[in-house]
């Protein structure tokens, strides 16, 4: 069991701009599930897995920097983001992330590499421990299971 472990929460999974929208958002790319919905079954699995999941979602850049800085002073284990349209551009989240030294992984529902060319650049990728792209919403599911087996918990191999 990993819960409690550092007293504050395991895993924060942080969405950016529009995804507030999912299920209305042009369905055909991210699919009907809402973010309540995905935020909610994230939170059941992590119980499963004995993690303590905490979601954030904001459409602000700088929201999303104060959310990971934070992150670091409650002893957050894990990161899970979808920066949404500022994984392209946004360097203050990118520095946020080597600010805190907090692992995460980098999740996209679309797979940006058949879209736009705007798209095929991240600025996180780089510092990523994974990068999940193209397997709609699951890829939020196989990313939690990953920080799982990450964190040598349930879903470990060892485990
Ligand atoms: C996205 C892909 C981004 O290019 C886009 O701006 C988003 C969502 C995805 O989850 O596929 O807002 O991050």
Redesign the pocket.
Known sequence: MLRGETGGMDVLVVN????NLLGTRNPG??GHTTLADLESSLRDRGRELGLDVTTYQHNHEGALVDRIQEARTQGCRYIIV????Y??TSVAIADAFEAVQIPYVE????N?YA?EEF?HRSLLSANASAVI?GAGVYGYRLALDLVAERLGGAGSADA
């Open positions: 950016g701009p529009n995804l790319v991210y979808n920066a949404g349209a994984t392209h999740v996209h529902i679309s940006v879209r798209r792209v």
